[in-house]
């Protein structure tokens, strides 16, 4: 019977190399890879993940940890990124335990205490997130899905918030917009410092003074605020901005038949660019400028960075941001 070691003396690499790449380490050289990808398929080896999981005293779970709370429309999205999350975990042969508790940490604690999971990834992270610390006091393999200002030294997955802002600005820039309406998620997410929200209104606003462009920022105060009113109300209130930037996904979903509604015609009458899932797009017939977050790449290198964490807890911390295109005709 084939095992390990004899794919690694055909690929020339080390039993640990040959573990790596199986488990899609993103450190090993694509090169190597190759090498190894290609002594597996001739020597016909597969991987026993039962008994890879039994010998290395691992349970094969992912969790993925989030506050319990949520608006109703952050959590249909939030859905599919756990969904997708779960699915990318499943096709690497691991399982996910979802913790939904307002006190992270502490269930942290447990799950781990009790052997339930071999790592975690943590949602909606918050700038000096509890369980930010708690997992980098009690090193466990961890990955932040996310922005925070500080990750404690604990992996980082997400969007490169200063590159799409960037790409905003010089597109609305190149159309000579001058004045800029920004509609933003609502005040309680920032009062809560969810970084994904603080990282892009830091970036916006600083890129758009740099280049001398004026942005009225729009937030509602409350998560469950009528997201049509919202842009009703940024409309009213700065009548004579000619684009509006939207990061703020109910507004995004209602926008088309907003501005339909009050006769707005997008792009000529003004010109919309938005943040959204390139999954939803589509199926959800978002007819803006948008920046495509493909919320399937980051759950894939989230689960891919959490695998190499388990691997080897020593390695040097890593931070994976994309920067996702700005798609002007959806």
């Known amino acids: ?41 001739e020597l016909g080896y597969t991987v026993n993940h039962a008994a890879r999981a039994l010998s290395a005293n691992e349970t094969k779970t992912f969790g993925i940890v ?18 997708l999350m779960s699915e990318c975990a499943a096709q690497y042969g691991y399982d996910t335990l979802f913790i939904g508790n307002d006190d992270g940490a502490e269930a942290m604690l447990k799950a781990w205490n009790s052997r339930k999971v071999d790592g975690f990834i943590l949602m909606d992270v918050r700038d000096d997130d509890p369980r930010m610390r708690i997992a980098a006091k009690m090193n466990m ?122 006769d707005i015609r997008v792009p000529d009458d003004l010109r919309v660019v938005t943040v959204f899932p390139k999954q939803l797009v589509t199926t959800m017939k978002i007819p803006f400028a948008a920046v495509q977050t493909d919320v399937g790449q980051l759950a894939k290198a989230s689960m891919q960075l959490l695998m190499s964490r388990v691997a080897n807890r020593d390695a040097p911390k890593a931070e994976v941001l994309f920067d996702f295109p700005l798609v002007i005709e959806p």
């Open 1 to 41: 019977m084939v095992n390990i070691s004899d794919v690694a003396r055909a690929a020339g690499v080390s039993k640990a190399t040959v573990s790596y790449v199986l488990s899609n380490d993103p450190r090993i050289t694509e090169q190597t890879a190759n090498k190894v990808r290609k002594a597996v398929k």
């Open 66 to 83: 989030s506050p319990a709370y949520h608006s109703n429309y952050l959590s249909g999205l939030f859905g599919l990124h756990v969904y």
């Open 141 to 262: 393999p961890t990955v932040v899905f996310g922005s925070p200002k500080d990750s404690f030294g604990l992996d980082v997955v997400d969007s490169d918030f200063v590159k799409e802002s960037e790409n905003i600005i010089d597109f609305l820039e190149s159309e000579n917009h001058a004045e800029i309406t920004l509609v933003l998620w609502s005040k309680q997410i920032f009062k809560r410092r969810l970084g994904f929200a603080l990282r892009f209104y830091d970036s916006i606003m600083a890129i758009a003074d740099r280049h001398g462009l004026v942005v009225h920022a729009v937030s509602p105060d409350d998560d469950n605020a009528d997201p049509t009113q919202i842009i009703e109300q940024a409309l009213d209130a700065y009548p004579q901005s000619t684009a509006m930037v939207i990061y703020n996904e109910p507004a995004t979903i209602v926008g088309p038949r907003t501005f339909a509604q009050l």
